[in-house]
């Protein structure tokens, strides 16, 4: 067994699948999980839910696990899932689906090794599976059962010796022999200079924003060292932010919070504040993390926090939009007062910011053209009142930027077409995350979910997700990512 790039995998240890058959499983699971945690490696927990219409339902008229509390983990575990590395929903047998798949590769796991129930269904469809896929299965026989009862466990493990070999059917005692080998191995002597691993600091936060400020301050606050890379100037997005009404502490502009903030993490001691930097490549493997910066020096931590936030979104990647292929306007967040004053702004989109800049300059004489597809008709609900908005509902807008004027070709959604003139074009269409090259796993809109990266790579602020776009939760998110790399190194080198 590969024991440092394998996985445990806990099968459906759920109160619907717990019974007199299956109810001694319970202990065992649980110490197995307890060693395997205390090793610092990662554990995943899988539930499955039988949804209505499922074949279940269909081919056996089988009706139960679809809810709480039968779909609950077991009382003994519940803490342990709570901590694990990712619980995964299923609907069916097998633990790979499409989700699981893209964290194990994410994740570099070779070995996948299997307990729970059932023994002759869930774990070894999971097995066969991890089996065809490359991966190297084990199955621990007597962390396992059936809540069908005994002679259908051992029935499990006969077809298990049949699909993945005799050898890969192992009992917990072996495990825990490839555990104490691993830590052995793996937990440096402090007083050992031949054995100690050294990197430039103790985490690396990328990105000085919110979530990266509080970040680098949290980890100072448990002792950490940080280093905190920032291409441009701390918290630069935050000062264009005219008017804050969800956040704490009384301030109530973005250059307010932005220069306390700032002026917290000068006055930081243990952090170190790399401006003027891009991070062009981020690698994490067994023991640390490698961040290249764009004067092609690396920086070494056990940990990473990546926060570097969205930017906006340009005309050439809206569907709706035609414009010059370099053709880049700013975001209507960042017009300073005296830029609009008198003018007519064409504001391509009717996302939020549009709401925002009217409430941050409730006096300006400024007139906007808003043009924006049907999937923003929800967010000018908040506008369509105001007397200097103009809402323009179209399928589609063609730009052409001519000198100082600019004008557009609208198609409406009744097919009509119009011709706009505006003094100046500003973007609202949406953002899109900003991600250096590496070791990152990305859902389809460019976002990294946390829960998906490899576990030294952690996820802060905007970058987690579309929904979570808040400086109140980007703070928050910070926080607690230099939290989670302090109790794992901790974790790893065997202290309380």
């Given at each position: 067994?590969?024991?440092?790039?394998?996985?445990l995998?806990?099968?459906?240890?759920?109160?619907?699948?717990?019974?007199r058959?299956?109810?001694?499983?319970v202990?065992?699971?649980?110490?197995?999980?307890t060693?395997?945690?205390?090793?610092?490696?990662?554990?995943v927990?899988?539930?499955?839910?039988?949804h209505p219409?499922?074949?279940?339902?269909?081919?056996?008229?089988?009706?139960?696990?679809?809810?709480?509390p039968?779909t609950d983990?077991?009382?003994?575990?519940?803490?342990?899932?709570?901590d694990?590395?990712?619980?995964?929903?299923?609907?069916?047998?097998?633990?790979?689906?499409?989700e699981?798949?893209?964290?194990?590769?994410?994740?570099g796991?070779t070995?996948?090794?299997f307990?729970?129930?059932?023994?002759?269904?869930?774990?070894?469809?999971?097995?066969?599976?991890?089996?065809?896929?490359?991966?190297?299965?084990?199955?621990?026989?007597?962390?396992?059962?059936?809540?069908?009862?005994?002679?259908?466990?051992?029935?499990?493990?006969?077809?298990?010796?049949r699909?993945?070999?005799?050898?890969?059917?192992?009992?917990?005692?072996?495990?825990?022999?490839?555990?104490?080998?691993?830590?052995?191995?793996?937990?440096?002597?402090r007083n050992?200079?031949?054995?100690r691993?050294?990197?430039?600091?103790?985490?690396?936060?990328?990105g000085?924003?919110?979530a990266?400020?509080?970040?680098?301050?949290m980890?100072?606050?448990?002792?950490?060292?940080?280093?905190?890379?920032?291409?441009?100037?701390?918290c630069?997005?935050?000062?264009?932010?005219?008017?804050?009404?969800?956040?704490?502490?009384?301030?109530?502009?973005?250059?307010?919070?932005?220069?306390?903030?700032?002026t917290?993490?000068?006055?930081?001691?243990l952090c170190?504040?790399?401006?003027?930097?891009?991070?062009?490549?981020?690698?994490?493997?067994?023991?640390?993390?490698?961040?290249?910066?764009?004067?092609?020096?690396?920086?070494?931590?056990?940990?990473?926090?990546?926060?570097?936030?969205?930017?906006?979104?340009?005309?050439?990647?809206?569907?709706?939009?035609?414009?010059?292929?370099d053709?880049?306007p700013?975001?209507?967040?960042?017009?300073?007062?005296?830029?609009?004053e008198?003018?007519?702004?064409?504001?391509l989109?009717?996302?939020?910011?549009?709401?925002?800049?009217?409430?941050?300059h409730?006096?300006?004489?400024t007139?906007?053209?808003?043009a924006?597809?049907?999937?923003?008709?929800?967010?000018v609900?908040?506008?369509?009142?105001?007397?200097?908005?103009?809402?323009?509902?179209v399928?589609?807008?063609?730009?052409h930027?001519?000198?100082?004027?600019?004008t557009a070709?609208?198609?409406?959604?009744?097919?009509?077409?119009?011709t706009?003139?505006?003094?100046?074009?500003?973007?609202?269409?949406?953002?899109?995350?900003?991600?250096?090259?590496?070791?990152?796993?990305?859902?389809?809109?460019?976002?990294?979910?946390p829960s998906?990266?490899?576990?030294r790579?952690?996820i802060?602020?905007?970058?987690?997700?579309?929904?979570y776009?808040?400086?109140?939760?980007?703070?928050?998110?910070?926080?607690?990512?230099?939290?989670?790399?302090y109790y794992?190194?901790?974790?790893?080198?065997?202290?309380?």
């Open positions: 067994m590969d024991i440092g790039h394998a996985a995998v806990v099968i459906d240890m759920q109160n619907g699948f717990v019974n058959h299956s109810r001694h499983a202990a065992a699971v649980t110490d197995l999980v060693r395997w945690s205390a090793s610092g490696l990662p554990v927990f899988t539930r499955y839910f039988n219409g499922s074949p279940y339902e269909q081919f056996f008229g089988w009706h139960r696990l679809q809810g709480p039968e983990i077991v009382a003994e575990l519940t803490d342990h899932a709570a694990a590395y990712r619980v995964l929903d299923k609907p069916g047998y097998t633990f790979l689906t499409a699981a798949a893209a964290l194990v590769r994410a994740a796991w070995d996948l090794v307990c729970g129930v059932a023994t002759e269904s869930c774990v070894l469809k999971s097995a066969a599976d991890a089996f065809e896929q490359g991966y190297t299965p084990w199955i621990i026989t007597d962390a396992c059962a059936s809540d069908a009862g005994p002679a259908v466990h051992d029935a499990g493990l006969l077809v298990a010796r699909l993945v070999g005799e050898g890969q059917l192992i009992t917990a005692d072996l495990v825990t022999r490839h555990l104490d080998a691993h830590d052995r191995a793996t937990v440096p002597d050992d200079p031949s054995r691993t050294d990197t430039d600091t103790d985490l690396i936060v990328i000085g924003g919110p990266g400020c509080a970040a680098a301050r980890a100072a606050s448990v002792g950490m060292r940080s280093v905190l890379v920032e291409q441009d100037t701390l630069h997005t935050l000062r264009r932010i005219r008017v804050l009404a969800n956040v704490l502490g009384g301030h109530t502009s973005g250059p307010d919070l932005a220069d306390a903030l700032t917290d993490l000068r006055n930081t001691d170190r504040i790399e401006l003027g930097c891009r991070v062009t490549e981020i690698r994490a493997g067994d023991d640390h993390v490698t961040v290249t910066l764009d004067t092609g020096s690396p920086l070494t931590a056990p940990y990473a926090i990546l926060a570097t936030g969205v930017g906006p979104l340009q005309p050439r990647e809206a569907p709706w939009i035609t414009a010059p292929p053709l880049a700013p975001p209507l967040w960042q017009v300073e007062p005296g830029e609009t008198g003018r007519t702004l064409l504001v989109g009717g996302d939020r910011p549009v709401g925002t800049f009217l409430r941050a409730p006096t300006t004489a007139r906007l053209l808003v924006y597809p049907q999937d923003d008709d929800y967010k609900e908040e506008i369509q009142q105001d007397p200097r908005v103009t809402l323009l509902p399928d589609h807008l063609t730009l930027p001519r000198g100082a004027a600019h070709e609208t198609v409406g959604r009744d097919g009509t077409r119009k706009l003139t505006a003094d100046a074009v500003f973007l609202s269409i949406g953002s899109a995350p900003t991600t250096p090259p590496g070791d990152l796993v990305r859902d389809t809109a460019g976002y990294c979910p998906h990266q490899h576990p790579v952690l802060a602020g905007d970058l987690r997700s579309a929904r776009q808040r400086i109140m939760t980007a703070m928050g998110s910070g926080g607690e990512a230099a939290l989670h790399a794992a190194a901790r974790e790893m080198l065997g202290t309380d």
